[in-house]
């Protein structure tokens, strides 16, 4: 019978050449094998709900992190007065006042929904352009025309195309906001530091002088 002696290594031991090659075949290791991002969509939506804005993680999306047609976004609905309390709390002014008031009467009479949807235009992709918000419905019934004037009903035309357009560019930030995050997670579950990190925690292989596994201790 014949007996040889073998070196053995852990992970530690090898060469910094050996180390790099097994980082690189383990790189994705993090993101491969289960859903790395779902801590960042819990994190999103708890945020979303303080603004009055409401999704789950099956309709938000995402696709990353190399071609043009990648971002993220996300389809759900706003309450317009949580929103607009939200607001208040933050930066009570004269004006955000009586804006929280004029929507509040509106949508009690029922001129408005207070519900107003984020929808999806496209299938294809997911990035930031492919949702938007519905348009808010002006139901000018008999008694909206009875209760305003001409002047009245302008005026609140003009404050529902405003909140529109400040509550789609909102949105439009909530997703770019989204894909950075996600994007910072995924380098950093993917990264050097993070791959050689694991190796050396969980130290249960070892390795041959040339960086190939012997078996797990």
């Known amino acids: 019978m014949i007996k040889k002696e ?21 790189r994705y290791m993090n993101v491969e094998f289960f859903d790395w991002y779902w801590i960042t969509y819990e994190n999103f939506i708890e945020d979303l709900k303080k603004q ?12 990353g992190f190399s071609c043009q047609g990648d971002g993220a976004s996300f389809t759900g609905y706003i309450d317009l007065l949580e929103y607009l309390k939200y ?3 933050n930066n009570k ?12 009467k509106i949508i009690d009479n029922g001129y408005i929904e207070n519900e107003i ?7 294809r992709y997911c990035h930031v352009n492919t949702c ?8 000018d019934y008999d008694d909206f025309n009875n209760e305003y004037s001409k002047k009245e009903k302008e005026n609140i035309e003009i404050s529902i195309d405003e909140l529109e357009k400040e509550l789609e560019k909102i949105r439009y930030n909530h997703c770019m906001d989204l894909y950075k995050n996600l994007e910072n997670d995924y380098n950093l579950a993917t990264s050097n530091e993070t791959i050689k990190e694991y190796l050396i925690d969980t130290d249960d292989e070892i390795y041959l002088k040339n960086g190939e596994i012997l078996g797990e201790l």
């Open 117 to 123: 949807k984020i929808e999806r235009n496209s299938l």
């Open 93 to 104: 002014t004269d004006e955000n006042i009586k804006v929280y008031e004029l929507f509040k």
């Open 6 to 26: 073998i070196k053995l290594y852990n992970f530690e031991e090898l060469s910094e050449e050996l180390q790099e090659k097994i980082i690189e075949k383990n």
């Open 52 to 63: 009055g804005f409401y999704t789950d993680k099956e309709n938000v999306d995402f696709s």
């Open 87 to 89: 607001k208040n709390e």
């Open 132 to 139: 938007k918000i519905e348009d808010i419905i002006l139901y």
